[in-house]
């Protein structure tokens, strides 16, 4: 859910979800953006936060953006309830609505 709708808007986004896996490290959250965002203005975000089912406050959190799709580290995820907000998107200019978004889990091998 972006904090601003308005076309061409420099917002957060915010996202939450339900995960009833444990991964008790190298975890990550993905998030891919619809194709009406222009990739070219997601590489210039400021920051991810996130925020697990045991936290209180949200952390910063190192993310990595390629093409349309976030990579959020989360270290280790515990099931339940789990945030994640990504500050510093432009809306879409030319759409007034999008496509889905799409968020994964992930656990990376090292």
Do not use: H
């Amino acid at each position: 859910m972006p904090y601003d709708p308005t076309q061409g808007a420099v917002t957060n986004y915010a996202f939450y979800f339900s995960t009833d896996t444990d991964i008790s490290d190298n975890a990550w959250v993905q998030v891919t953006f619809p194709t009406e965002f222009d990739s070219r203005t997601l590489v210039l975000f400021k920051s991810c936060l996130y925020k697990g089912p045991t936290d209180t406050v949200y952390s910063t959190a190192e993310c990595t953006v390629s093409y349309n799709t976030f990579t959020i580290k989360a270290g280790s995820i515990v099931a339940g309830n789990i945030s994640v907000v990504i500050n510093g998107v432009t809306n879409p200019v030319y759409s007034t609505i999008s496509s889905q978004f799409y968020v994964a889990t992930l656990f990376k091998k090292i």
